[in-house]
T-cell receptor, first 111, second 111 residues
Framework: KQEVTQIPAALSVPEGENLVLNCSFT??????LQWFRQDPGKGLTSLLL?????REQTSGRLNASLDKSSGRSTLYIAASQPGDSATYLC??????????FGTGTRLKVLA | EAQVTQNPRYLITVTGKKLTVTCSQN?????MSWYRQDPGLGLRQIYY???????DKGDVPEGYKVSRKEKRNFPLILESPSPNQTSLYFC??????????FGSGTRLTVV
């Protein structure tokens, strides 16, 4: 079965820490991988999109990497802030029409 | 502003009363899709469309209909809603193979 797994399911850290969220996928024929942020009861905001030909993307304090051979992507958040508290979802695009979503990591950054 | 617009944001309805959730995008995207999000189950795809008049079932299509008569619009139709369709619904769009842009979501309650 094609799956996307995110570990840990929940994470609580003090403000200022650097942290890593993990995303594992089973299909190496990945087309691209996208990281999203979701605030409670709200929509999904795209953070970073990594094409299969790329190894990483950066935006501000966020850096996402992609390793197709190991089936892993990581989202690195530098100097975390309370405003970073949200659920982070990764999604793998296979072919050109379907994203498979992980179940997310709930992040809480304590002031 | 590039966006995906869903309406309504909140809806409470009774079992069996037909309803339509609208979705419109202004980015000229070919691909549009509907998801539902339920606690513990993550995001599951209901239907998708790769272009005008081209639609196909996702993972959980039972009880739903869609149409794609214009490129910008992709309404979700519940002909006879039931309580198990109570959920948070998201519309998303993209260029084929590109990153997703999500709407803000529709919280549906069927009583």
């Amino acid at each position: 079965k094609q799956e996307v797994t995110q570990i840990p399911a929940a994470l609580s850290v003090p403000e200022g820490e650097n942290l890593v969220l993990n995303c594992s996928f089973t299909d190496s024929a990945i087309y691209n991988l996208q990281w999203f942020r979701q605030d409670p009861g709200k929509g999904l905001t795209s953070l970073l999109l990594i094409q299969s030909s790329q190894r990483e993307q950066t935006s501000g304090r966020l850096n996402a990497s992609l390793d197709k051979s190991s089936g892993r992507s990581t989202l690195y958040i530098a100097a975390s802030q309370p405003g970073d508290s949200a659920t982070y979802l990764c999604a793998e695009l296979r072919g050109t029409y379907k994203y498979i979503f992980g179940t997310g990591t709930r992040l809480k950054v304590l002031a | 502003e590039a966006q995906v617009t869903q309406n309504p944001r909140y809806l409470i309805t009774v079992t069996g009363k037909k309803l339509t959730v609208t979705c419109s995008q202004n980015m000229n995207h070919e691909y549009m899709s509907w998801y539902r999000q339920d606690p513990g189950l993550g995001l599951r795809q209901i239907y998708y469309s790769m272009n005008v008049e081209v639609t196909d079932k996702g993972d959980v299509p039972e009880g739903y209909k869609v149409s794609r008569k214009e490129k910008r619009n992709f309404p979700l139709i519940l002909e006879s809603p039931s309580p198990n369709q109570t959920s948070l619904y998201f519309c998303a769009s993209s260029f084929l193979g590109g990153g997703y842009t999500f709407g803000s979501g529709t919280r549906l309650t069927v009583v």
